[in-house]
C-alpha cells in the first residue's frame, strides 16, 4: 500500500513539473519578439565588363576586340571543292621576303590544284601602288581577292571598291573593316611564346638583368605588331618583375634591312649595356637587322639575344647555325597560311555558311624544334591547320 502511494505522489510530482516547464517556456516565448526567417547571404556573381563593338572602320579597336571578344572560329574540315574554276588576286604588302613569297607561292599552288588561277601583285610596302593593285583587280572582274595591307588606313576604301564590283573580299593579316572576313595572327599569344622562351635562356645564362636593356622594335601602324610586342612584354615582366622601366626602348623601326641596320645600331650607342633583348614585331628584315648590327658592336649569344615574328625560310636557316643572336621566333607558317587563304576564299565563294574571322596556326621555332615543323626543310601543314587555329586560353 505504501509502495503504490509513493508512485502516485511521485507521478503526481513529475506531471505538476512538466506543467511548470511548459507554463515557464510559453512565459518566455511570449516576452520574446518574433524572429524573421534568417536565410543565408550569397556572394554576388562578377559579371564580365561587356566589350564594346568598335565602329565598323575603326582598324586599331577593331584588331583588339577580335582577341578580346574572343570573335575568332575555325573552317569546317575537308578540301573545298569550288563550284567553278574562281579567278583569284592577291594583293600582297611586299614580295621580297620569304615569308610573304611563301605564302603567294603556296597559295597559287593551292589554287591551282583546286582547279583554280591566282594571280599575285607586288605592292612593294607603297600604299599608293596597293591601290592602284586593287583597281586592277576591279578592271578585270577577279571572283575573289585577299589583301596584305601596306597601311590599314586604305582597308575601307578597298573594302568599298570590292564590295562595288561584286568581288569577295579577305583581309589577310589586318582586317579591312569590322564586317570584312578577314585571317590572321593570334599576336599577343604569338609575342609571349617566343619572349617566354627567350626569358628562360637569359635565366640560363644568369644575365644581370638591371644592367640589360630590352629594345622593342615597332610598327605602330599596324596594331597586329604592337600586339605582338605586348606579349613580349608580358613574357618579360613575368620573368622580371622589377625589370627596371628606364631599360626598355620602345619605337616605330623601319622595315627593311639596310635602314633597321642603322636604326639599332643608333638604338645601342644611344643606350650601352651589358646585355640586350631584341623583341621585333612584324618582319624577317627588321630581325635580320637587329642582329647584324648587334654583331657588328661586338656582341655575341651570351651577350644578346634576337626573336622575331614571320618565319620565312632565312630565319629557320638562322635559327640552326652555330653562333648565331636568334633566340626564337614565332612561326606563321607560311605555306599553311596560303593554303588557309584559298580555303577560306573558296568557301566563301561557293556560299558556304563560314566564320567571318579566323586565326592562323602560329608555332614557337627555337634551335631544337625547327626541323620538328619543317622536316627536310618542308613545311608540315595539314587539312586541320589551314581550317585555321582555335583561340589560345
Known sequence: ??????????????????????VLVAGI???MPPQEDVTPTTEPVATPTP??????????????????????????????????????????????QDYTREVAESAQEFAKELGMTLDVFDANFDANKSLSIAETI????????????????????????????????????????RDDYYYGVPSTYAGYIAGKYMMEQAKAKNWDYKKTVAIFMDLSAF????MRLEGYYKALYEAYPDFPKENIVWYDAPYTLNEVIKSVSDQITAHPADNYFVMVSCSDEMTAGAARALE?????PDTAMVSGQGGGVGPREELKRPGTLYVSYTGYMPRCAGKLAINFLTRI??????????QQYVVLLTKDTVDQYYPGGVEQCTEEMIRGMPMPD
Open 1 to 22: 500500500m505504501k509502495h503504490l502511494i509513493h508512485r502516485a505522489g511521485k507521478a503526481a510530482f513529475l506531471l505538476m513539473l512538466t506543467v511548470a516547464t511548459l
Open 29 to 31: 516565448a511570449q516576452a
Open 51 to 96: 566589350i564594346p563593338t568598335p565602329e565598323v572602320n575603326d582598324y586599331p579597336a577593331i584588331y583588339r576586340w577580335l582577341t578580346d571578344a574572343r570573335m575568332y572560329d575555325i573552317l569546317p574540315p575537308g578540301i573545298p571543292e569550288p563550284k567553278r574554276p574562281y579567278r583569284l588576286a592577291l594583293d600582297m604588302i611586299i614580295m621580297s
Open 138 to 177: 576591279v578592271a578585270n572582274k577577279y571572283d575573289g581577292m585577299f589583301i596584305y595591307a601596306t597601311d590599314p588606313a586604305l582597308g575601307p576604301t578597298i573594302s568599298k571598291m570590292m564590295k562595288e564590283a561584286g568581288i569577295v573580299a579577305v583581309g589577310g593579316d589586318t582586317p579591312m573593316t
Open 223 to 226: 596594331t597586329a605588331c604592337t
Open 296 to 300: 657588328a658592336a661586338g656582341y655575341t
Open 349 to 358: 565563294l561557293n556560299g558556304e555558311n563560314v566564320p567571318r574571322y579566323i
